[in-house]
């Protein structure tokens, strides 16, 4: 079955910077666009990244434009997030999610990572 | 960007009732329009895509409708277990993907 789990969260402090890593199995996951969601605490979902299945195309949310980065490894399976000057408002749970087949819609999930930025 | 609305905020009902969830786009999103269940400290949980098309898994008292700008998820008769919060997302026009706010349901 199809498993997501993502890793590297944690505490930093604002202007710092934090890579989170999403290990994929159960599926070709070079087959498959892949997401970054997050969500704040009480808050809802937002739309973080995307990245195609080959990594040609990115696309970010004009609140992290400029400051992270998706990337993907294709032969380990694993999509990063690559945050840098990170802000509190960035404080949230970090979800990668899988694309159902070549649709923008999530299927699949990972268990999600906190990442909170504090000083 | 695509803003989706939801409501109400908080839906309050009994076991066996009939919940009605809405969604309102901005603009058309076509049948681009799926649902999900989230419940605390868990992932969301795909219900609905495109719509209507339930996922798989996903319990016949789930259904959902609508097209263009507004949608609809019903659970038909609540169970406990459907106490949670449900968000709308397009993918109709992206990026950015987009997601409503969230309702909330309760079980009295």
């Known amino acids: 079955q199809v498993q997501l789990v993502e890793s590297g969260g944690g505490v930093v402090q604002p202007g710092r910077s934090l890579r989170l890593s999403c290990g994929a199995s159960g599926f070709t996951f070079s087959s498959y666009g892949m997401h970054w969601v997050r969500q704040a605490p009480g808050k809802g979902l937002e739309w973080v990244a995307h990245?195609?299945?080959?990594?040609?195309?990115?696309y970010y949310a004009d609140s992290v434009k400029g400051r992270f980065t998706i990337s993907r490894d294709n032969p380990k399976n694993t999509l990063y997030l690559q945050m840098n000057s990170l802000r509190g408002e960035d404080t949230a749970v970090y979800y990668c999610?899988?694309?159902?087949?070549?649709?923008?819609?999530?299927?699949?999930w990972g268990q999600g990572t906190l990442v909170t930025v504090s000083s | 960007e695509i803003v989706l609305t939801q409501s109400p905020a908080t839906l309050s009902l009994s076991p066996g009732e009939r919940a009605t969830l809405s969604c309102r786009a901005s603009q058309s999103v076509g049948s681009y329009l799926a649902w999900y269940q989230q419940k605390p400290g868990q992932a969301p949980r795909l219900l609905i895509y495109d719509a209507s098309n339930r996922a798989t898994g996903i319990p016949a008292r789930f259904s959902g409708s609508g097209s263009g700008t507004d949608f609809t998820l019903t659970i038909s008769s609540l169970e406990p277990e459907d106490s949670a919060l449900y968000y709308c997302q397009q993918r109709s026009n992206w990026p950015p993907l987009t997601f409503g706010g969230g309702t909330k349901v309760e079980i009295k």
């Open positions: 990245i195609s299945l080959d990594g040609s195309d990115e």
């Open positions: 999610a899988k694309e159902r087949g070549d649709y923008a819609d999530f299927r699949s």
